[in-house]
């Protein structure tokens, strides 16, 4: 009996310039409120009109991009009212997800957990900022993943990653934000996640989240008086 469909590829082009749009955004390689132009997209990228309107299309389901009325694309420019409302979300999933996690992990999972943390703290260390928000979100999906719920992990990661792209952003033009700080925060997560009790889990997420909360609020603010000035 014939096959019914043929075998489709496991990374899609769209699905490519997805990640470097993605990518370039939480790098700050692209701006808040920079506009994204379709044919210059084409011509740098050395994709059709189609497959870049259709990662574009993917882009804004993911929250990175908005689409104006006259179709022209620009990157997400959250305020910080915008992202604390974004946050307060994440908060209530996120908590789920660690309790969950707690209940779930099993040794090898959580042995990965340790082993992302501490490649987050050696990155850290060289001051690699790209790197460390790439490790950091790798951290978080890797438990968002062993909470066991897909729709989870899936709403968890079009809340969050605009969220990283919006405090990447603000904290990329400050020498002073303390990456290693933020890396050793996690490893009370990782001994609570460890101690399988999910209340613990819960408590010290919150706590780290709140501590986040606070800088991302010192440096935003900072940013938006220096565009006042400007």
Do not use: C
Not at 1 to 14: C, E, G, H, Q
Not at 57 to 84: C, D, H, R, Y
Request: glycine content about 4%; cysteine-free; hydrophobic content about 45%.
């Amino acid at each position: 009996m014939p096959a019914t469909f043929n075998s489709i590829p496991l990374v899609t082009l769209r699905g490519q310039i997805v990640d470097r749009i993605r990518e370039a955004i939480l790098h700050g390689k692209l701006k808040p409120g920079e506009r994204l132009l379709a044919q210059k997209l084409v011509d740098q990228l050395g994709a059709s009109l189609a497959t870049v309107r259709e990662a574009l299309i993917a882009l804004e389901s993911e929250g990175f991009i908005i689409k104006k009325p006259n179709s022209s694309a620009f990157v997400i420019k959250l305020t910080l009212q915008a992202a604390e409302k974004l946050f307060r979300i994440r908060r209530l999933l996120e908590a789920y997800a660690f309790e969950q996690a707690a209940l779930r992990a099993n040794v090898e999972q959580l042995r990965r957990l340790r082993q992302i943390q501490l490649q987050m703290v050696d990155v850290a260390r060289s001051n690699d900022q790209r790197r460390y928000v790439e490790k950091d979100l790798e951290w978080h999906k890797a438990v968002w993943r062993i909470s066991g719920n897909e729709y989870l992990e899936s709403n968890l990661e079009r809340i969050v990653l605009p969220l990283f792209a919006f405090s990447s952003m603000r904290f990329e033009d400050h020498d002073n934000f303390d990456l290693l700080k933020d890396a050793q925060t996690h490893m009370p997560l990782v001994t609570a996640l460890e101690s399988g009790q999910p209340e613990l889990a819960r408590a010290q997420l919150l706590k780290g989240m709140d501590e986040w909360l606070e800088d991302v609020r010192t440096f935003a603010l900072e940013g938006e008086h220096e565009d006042h000035q400007n």
